[in-house]
């Protein structure tokens, strides 16, 4: 079992920018994905982002490409959402999330994330 722990959320004017954090810590296997997901009050969770721990493939969420950045550093056991040109869609918790396999999964096919952080609050001002 994985233990993830996020940081960086805030409050963040329109057009600007956050970089989000994952700390990952406990036993992990090789072929692991992490994942960042949000949910906004009253909406139901969705997937933002993804990366493999192994050959370092991506995915994002249409609503998110070209803003959004996913990133790690496997020496520091972190991983990273840099968030730029923000909207207030944007605005929610967003968890990150740990599980064997590949991103498609559980971005795609819906699978459930096996470990989860508590989340981080990003709000977007009007």
């Known amino acids: 079992q994985l233990q993830l722990v996020e940081s960086g959320g805030g409050l963040v004017q329109p057009g600007g920018s956050l970089r989000l954090s994952c700390a990952v810590s406990?036993?992990?296997?090789?072929?692991?994905?992490i994942a960042w997901f949000r949910q906004a009050p009253g909406k139901e969770r969705e997937g933002v982002s993804c990366i493999s721990s192994s050959d370092g493939s991506t995915y994002y969420v249409d609503s998110v490409k070209g803003r959004f950045i996913i990133s790690r550093d496997n020496d520091k056991n972190m991983v990273y959402l840099q968030m730029n040109s923000l909207i207030p869609e944007d605005t929610a918790v967003y968890y990150c999330?740990?599980?064997?396999?590949?991103?498609?999964?559980?971005?795609?096919?819906?699978?459930?994330?096996?470990?989860w952080g508590r989340g981080t609050l990003v709000t977007v001002s009007l």
């Open positions: 999330a740990a599980a064997p396999g590949a991103c498609s999964w559980y971005l795609e096919d819906d699978y459930d994330m096996d470990d």
């Open positions: 406990g036993f992990t296997l090789d072929n692991y994905v």
